[in-house]
């Protein structure tokens, strides 16, 4: 007699937990979509580039080995690329931050502009 108890309010129990997650996820559904987006650098450049806003142009921390500075470089020159519509200005920085990540930049602005 027991058994049968306990076993429709097994049943039960699944079928309150099963409306409680359609549910719950129809809620999920419906929201309103959110910008899930890197938070990128505000503000202009600097009139000298230092390692920080160098790493900061790039998407790096300070202290990446070479080979990722020249891919995180690669990444995005091919999205602000002049000869893909990108800006002189910005890729002339790009190459900037490059140089002064890997060392090559010896002192001045560097900068074509």
Known sequence: MVAP???????AAAAYAG???IRAWQ???ARPPTARVRRFYEGGFQ???TRREAALILGVRESTPSE???EAHR???VANHPDAGGSHY???KIN???DMMLRKNKGGSGSAF
């Open 47 to 49: 009139p000298s580039m």
């Open 68 to 70: 990722k500075i020249k």
């Open 5 to 11: 108890l306990i076993a429709g309010m097994a049943v």
């Open 19 to 21: 409306r409680y997650s």
């Open 27 to 29: 809620v999920f559904k």
């Open 75 to 77: 990444r995005v020159m």
């Open 96 to 98: 900037e931050a490059k």
């Open 90 to 92: 910005l890729a002339s």
